[in-house]
Each structure stands twice: as C-alpha cells, then as structure tokens.
C-alpha cells in the first residue's frame, strides 16, 4: 500500500517545467544517483541551460505544449 510518505506526483505545468513533488531518486546521465526530498522543476522545453533543471527558458523561447500534440 503506497503511504502519502512515499508518494511522488509529477505535474506538467501549462507550457512549462515538469513539477516533481515527495521523496525521489534523481539520477544524472553518469549514472549519480542522488536521493532528494521536496520540490523541484525539470524542464520541458529542452532548452534550458540547468538541464535537467529548468531555468525559466521556456518563457523566453514562448514554448507551447500544445504544439507537442
């Protein structure tokens, strides 16, 4: 049975960052595994420069999630 402790959401915002919520394993393309706790924004658009990061480049390339469908 999954508790609320262990629970992960993920939320892709209106035409941006994926919103990544709980307790999660964040793992670099090395293979570094790093346990992390909270919140954080992965990008969407493929632009930004923090990757896997998001920094707020999706607004200034006007990225349109609407256009992926």
């Known amino acids: 049975m999954e508790t609320e ?3 992960v959401a993920i939320t892709a915002t ?3 960052p994926f919103i990544v919520e709980g ?5 670099d ?8 706790k909270g919140r954080i924004a992965l990008c969407r658009c493929g632009r930004s420069y923090k990757q896997p ?3 707020g480049t999706h ?3 006007h990225y349109n ?4 469908k």
Do not use: M, Q
């Open 23 to 27: 307790n999660f394993k964040l793992i």
């Open 29 to 36: 393309r090395e293979g570094k595994a790093e346990v992390r």
């Open 5 to 7: 402790e262990n629970t």
């Open 65 to 68: 999630d609407l256009s992926l």
């Open 59 to 61: 607004r200034k390339i």
């Open 14 to 16: 209106p035409n941006g």
């Open 53 to 55: 990061f998001c920094d």
